[in-house]
């Protein structure tokens, strides 16, 4: 089983949709997740933490459910700049230093 | 003012030959990291450093040799370049690392072809 799974893809949605991405972690150690957006042939940039409480940034939204180990993130009102490989992004932390990245979940927002 | 700066941004070699790549950060952070990322687009660490001290180390060939001459530089080097080399090479850093709750900031890459 991989340390940290999401759905590939891709998900084609019109402008304006509302998309959830989903993720889940192997390691019941883990600490720290986030959210990371990579745009084509460039390095990926943080789009967002994750809290235990859930987290919101305007049309982004964040949920953690550690006993299910799982993650999700929601994007509402899709606009074409959203168009994107969000990537799931988990961190043993404590002094692991180790950070783990799903391999991608590709959006195509559409007009 | 780039952040993270990696050159070269284009690597393309012979299998067999030696290259190296080179990381700077400007953000006066304490950890660096090198990630390579495959053509299935899988990013996975390589390195961790700390003030210039190796922390991880994640099964890499010993082929692969990274070299921190300051918490500011993070360098790459790779010896007898194989084909399954070829992939994106991602230099990042982070404040501390050791909480693991800090922002990681990547560096443009480099693509390194081997041929």
């Known amino acids: 089983r991989k340390e940290v799974e999401q759905d590939p893809g891709p998900f084609n949605v019109p402008e304006g949709a509302t998309v959830a991405f989903n993720c889940t972690y192997s390691?019941?150690?883990?600490?720290?997740f986030f959210w990371y957006r990579q745009d084509c042939r460039k390095e990926p940039k943080l789009l967002m933490s994750?809290?235990?409480s859930g987290n919101e940034d305007g049309r982004f939204t964040a949920q953690l459910n550690r006993a299910s180990q799982y993650i999700s993130l929601l994007i509402r009102d899709s606009k074409l700049s959203d168009s994107a490989t969000y990537l799931c992004?988990?961190?043993?932390?404590?002094?692991?230093?180790?950070?783990?990245f799903g391999a991608g979940t590709r959006l195509f927002v559409k007009a | 003012d780039t952040a993270v700066s990696q050159t070269p941004k284009y690597l393309v070699t012979q299998m067999g030959n030696d290259k190296s790549i080179k990381c700077e950060q400007n953000l006066g952070h304490d950890t660096m990291y090198w990630y390579k990322q495959d053509s299935k687009k899988f990013l996975k660490i390589m390195f961790s450093y700390n003030n210039k001290e190796l922390i991880i180390n994640e099964t890499v060939p010993n082929r692969f040799s990274p070299k921190s001459p300051d918490k500011a530089h993070l360098n790459l080097h790779i010896n007898s370049l194989e084909l399954g080399d070829s992939a994106v090479y991602f230099c990042?850093?982070?404040?501390?690392?050791?909480?693991?709750?800090?922002?990681?900031?990547f560096g443009p890459g480099t693509r390194l072809l081997v041929l």
């Open positions: 990042a850093s982070s404040q501390d690392g050791r909480g693991g709750e800090e922002t990681q900031y």
């Open positions: 390691n019941s150690a883990s600490q720290s």
């Open positions: 992004v988990v961190n043993l932390g404590t002094g692991g230093f180790k950070t783990i």
């Open positions: 994750v809290y235990s």
